[in-house]
């Protein structure tokens, strides 16, 4: 069973950067491709971003040109670069590492951006 564990979360002024990471327990290398979601109360968890096993990346409309996925297999650990920062952005964060069977979920971790 592998777990995912999101850090990097916090308060941040609007137009400020966060770095959020996901750290694996296993081979980020066995997921077919990695996420990051976002998610406020009430609302729909929403996707932001993919990073598939090939390093090929995607990303939603909203963050496209401020936001950057990326991978370190040697550190089995996912990232999500945030710049450009807008109160919108507020949401918990979760990362998933998808298989062909099942798909694996983070805790969670809150991002706040202040106006």
């Known amino acids: 069973q592998v777990q995912l564990v999101e850090s990097g979360g916090g308060l941040v002024q609007a137009g400020g950067s966060l770095r959020l990471s996901c750290a694996a327990s296993g081979s980020i290398g066995s997921f077919n491709s990695m996420d990051w979601y976002r998610q406020t109360p009430g609302k729909q968890r929403e996707w932001v971003a993919t990073?598939?096993?090939?390093?090929?990346?995607n990303y939603a409309d909203s963050v496209k040109g401020r936001f950057t996925i990326s991978r370190d297999n040697a550190k089995n650990t996912v990232f999500l670069q945030m710049n450009s920062l807008k109160p919108e952005d507020t949401a918990t964060y979760y990362c998933?590492?998808?298989?062909?069977?099942?798909?694996?979920w983070g805790q969670g971790t809150q991002v706040t951006v202040s106006s």
């Open positions: 990073i598939t096993s090939g390093g090929t990346t």
């Open positions: 998933s590492g998808r298989t062909l069977g099942y798909t694996y």
